[in-house]
């Protein structure tokens, strides 16, 4: 069994409220404007709402379930402030492979080999 370093990943992510409702939006396959409309919030407070910091509570967070791997991967990126153009590079695969395996529609073993070995350090 894997060691785990200080600087490996959690296993178990505690997500941020807005990292929550990134993932259940992308699981509708909504639009920030159409979860708003559904929400009856301005698109403008949507966008805050995905924006905050706050640990995930709530009804919707609590029906959240388990993330699967790919958005696992997807709320590292991000915490790392890393586009996907960026990453995609880091990685050398394209975009649209990231953007397959991020959304769970291509295996994740590229990502799995980054954020949970030696390159979750860069």
Same mark, same amino acid.
């Given at each position: 069994?894997?060691?785990?370093?200080?600087? @490996?990943?959690?296993?178990? &992510?505690?997500?941020?409220?807005?990292? @929550?409702?990134?993932?259940?939006?992308?699981? *509708?396959? =909504?639009?920030q404007a159409? $979860?708003?409309?559904? &929400?009856g919030v301005?698109?403008?407070?949507?966008?805050?709402?995905?924006?905050?910091? =706050?640990? $995930?509570?709530?009804?919707?967070?609590?029906?959240?379930?388990?993330?699967?791997?790919? =958005?696992?991967?997807?709320?590292?990126?991000?915490?790392?402030?890393?586009?996907?153009?960026?990453? @995609?590079? *880091?990685?050398?695969?394209?975009?649209?492979?990231?953007?397959?395996?991020?959304?769970?529609?291509?295996?994740? *073993?590229?990502? @799995?080999?980054?954020?949970?070995?030696?390159? $979750?350090?860069?």
């Amino acid at each position: 069994m894997r060691s785990s370093s200080p600087s @490996a990943p959690p296993t178990k &992510l505690h997500l941020t409220y807005g990292e @929550a409702l990134r993932i259940l939006r992308a699981r *509708k396959g =909504e639009t920030q404007a159409q $979860a708003a409309v559904r &929400l009856g919030v301005s698109d403008f407070a949507y966008r805050n709402f995905e924006r905050s910091t =706050e640990p $995930a509570a709530g009804p919707d967070v609590e029906n959240l379930g388990d993330i699967t791997p790919g =958005e696992r991967y997807r709320v590292l990126r991000r915490r790392r402030g890393w586009g996907l153009v960026a990453f @995609a590079r *880091k990685l050398d695969i394209s975009r649209a492979w990231l953007i397959q395996m991020e959304q769970g529609r291509a295996p994740t *073993k590229i990502l @799995a080999a980054y954020w949970d070995g030696a390159g $979750a350090t860069d």
